[in-house]
Nanobody
Framework: EVQLVESGGGLVLPGGSLRLSCAAS?????IGWFRQAPGKEREGVSC????????YYTDSVKGRFTISTDNAKNTVYLQMDSLKPEDTAVYYC????????????????WGKGTLVTVSS
């Protein structure tokens, strides 16, 4: 069984920071974050290969977001800095065999999401 539970979402001012956490049970090679805003398609944000540590980011968050893992705790984090209103979305932790930010359906396991709202 693989279960993913997100936490850390909330309301933050533009330019602020949040750190999302995803506590996982079981193990998959790839784990990362997708997000979805109302009326928009789900998009891949970041992913990490837990075997070699390769990281991937969608262009819109490069330089602002950082993904990391604590394998001892079986937890993945997304540090989000310099947040923008367009980052507002429900953020989902997702896991599977491969990192493919452009193909959400390729992920095998999903958390229930945590809401991030960036607004003044």
């Amino acid at each position: 069984e693989v279960q993913l539970v997100e936490s850390g979402g909330g309301l933050v001012l533009p330019g602020g920071s949040l750190r999302l956490s995803c506590a996982a049970s079981g193990f998959t090679t790839a784990i990362g974050w997708f997000r979805q805003a109302p009326g928009k398609e789900r998009e891949g944000v970041s992913c990490i290969r837990r075997d070699y540590g390769n990281t991937y980011y969608t262009d819109s968050v490069k330089g602002r977001f950082t993904i990391s893992t604590d394998n001892a705790k079986n937890t993945v984090y997304l540090q989000m800095d310099s947040l923008k209103p367009e980052d507002t979305a429900v953020y989902y932790c997702a896991a599977g065999d491969f990192c493919h930010l452009g193909f959400a359906a390729g992920m095998d396991y999903w958390g229930k999401g945590t809401l991030v709202t960036v607004s003044s």
